[in-house]
């Protein structure tokens, strides 16, 4: 019997620590270690990317207003080698495939382009394993899209709130990816921020890549009108079948 309650109490301290969630460094990215900036001539890589226009606004880090961008950290599964980073999402649809930790933040008034951790902690849990290996990446939009990260992706597949804003008034952009394993970790959780080159816990989103804010395109009026005859055509057609 002793045996048994034994091993019944060492199955659940292995099966425990397997599925213990790990802890990364998300206190604020410093000024130096990471900020944001929009780019006022190219349209956001997730509605066809490349393509330029006037989009208005100066090119540059994102102003002092307090809560004028919100950003929020992603994961998925690490598939790379080598070191190899995982590709940003080049689709919505790409970008939906991410998993939202429930790690967010919105830009400060301290100094222009400097993003604000909401609730700061050095050992904010993730909800992966400890001793997995994610890619993450950080996901940053205007506050006219949403101020959450699910009612941004909600509101950037309907296109009837789309047409509600004026012509590329709303920012969305993707930091570099970058790769942690929380398994290495201190307490201080594994560093998310500030490196360039692989560390111990993987490679943290670096310094020499900022998130790139670029304007969404917003489908003119005449493009909604359209689409929305198109619906009702199809509607009538069916009940006179």
Same mark, same amino acid.
């Given at each position: 019997?002793?045996?048994?309650?034994?091993?019944?109490?060492c /199955?659940?301290?292995?099966?425990?620590?397997?599925?213990?969630?790990?802890?990364?460094? $998300? !206190?604020?990215?410093?000024?130096?270690?990471y900020?944001?900036?929009?780019?006022?001539?190219?349209?956001?890589?997730?509605?066809?990317? &490349?393509?330029?226009? %006037?989009?208005? +606004? /100066?090119?540059?880090? /994102?102003?002092?207003?307090a809560?004028?961008?919100?950003?929020?950290?992603?994961? #998925?599964a690490?598939?790379?080698t080598?070191?190899?980073?995982? *590709?940003?999402?080049?689709?919505?649809?790409q970008l939906?495939? $991410?998993t %939202? !930790?429930?790690?967010?933040?919105?830009n400060?008034s301290?100094?222009?382009?400097? %993003?604000?951790?909401?609730?700061?902690?050095?050992?904010?849990?993730?909800p992966?394993?400890?001793?997995? #290996?994610?890619?993450? @990446?950080?996901?940053? $939009?205007s506050?006219?899209?949403?101020?959450?990260?699910a009612? @941004?992706?909600?509101?950037?597949?309907?296109?009837?709130?789309?047409?509600?804003?004026?012509?590329? #008034?709303?920012?969305?952009?993707?930091?570099?990816?970058?790769?942690?394993?929380?398994?290495?970790?201190? /307490?201080?959780?594994?560093?998310?921020? +500030?490196n360039?080159a692989n &560390?111990v816990n &993987?490679?943290?989103? +670096? *310094?020499?890549?900022l998130?790139?804010?670029?304007?969404?395109?917003?489908p003119?009026?005449?493009t909604i009108?359209?689409?929305?005859?198109?619906g009702?055509?199809?509607?009538?057609?069916?009940?006179?079948?």
């Amino acid at each position: 019997m002793k045996k048994l309650v034994l091993t019944s109490i060492c /199955t659940l301290a292995v099966a425990g620590a397997a599925f213990a969630q790990g802890t990364v460094n $998300w !206190t604020g990215p410093t000024f130096s270690a990471y900020t944001t900036q929009t780019n006022a001539t190219q349209f956001s890589p997730l509605f066809g990317g &490349g393509a330029t226009g %006037d989009v208005g +606004g /100066t090119q540059g880090a /994102t102003g002092l207003a307090a809560n004028g961008f919100f950003f929020e950290l992603l994961y #998925t599964a690490y598939t790379g080698t080598g070191g190899a980073l995982t *590709a940003q999402p080049s689709t919505l649809a790409q970008l939906a495939t $991410w998993t %939202d !930790t429930g790690l967010s933040g919105a830009n400060s008034s301290t100094s222009i382009g400097r %993003d604000a951790v909401t609730t700061p902690n050095a050992a904010q849990t993730v909800p992966w394993a400890n001793g997995t #290996t994610q890619s993450v @990446m950080l996901v940053e $939009w205007s506050a006219n899209l949403g101020t959450s990260y699910a009612t @941004m992706l909600q509101n950037l597949n309907n296109a009837s709130f789309l047409a509600t804003l004026s012509p590329f #008034t709303a920012f969305l952009g993707m930091s570099q990816t970058g790769f942690i394993n929380p398994s290495t970790s201190t /307490t201080a959780g594994a560093t998310l921020f +500030g490196n360039t080159a692989n &560390g111990v816990n &993987g490679q943290p989103i +670096g *310094a020499s890549t900022l998130t790139q804010l670029f304007a969404v395109p917003v489908p003119e009026p005449g493009t909604i009108a359209m689409a929305a005859l198109g619906g009702l055509s199809l509607l009538a057609f069916r009940r006179k079948k």
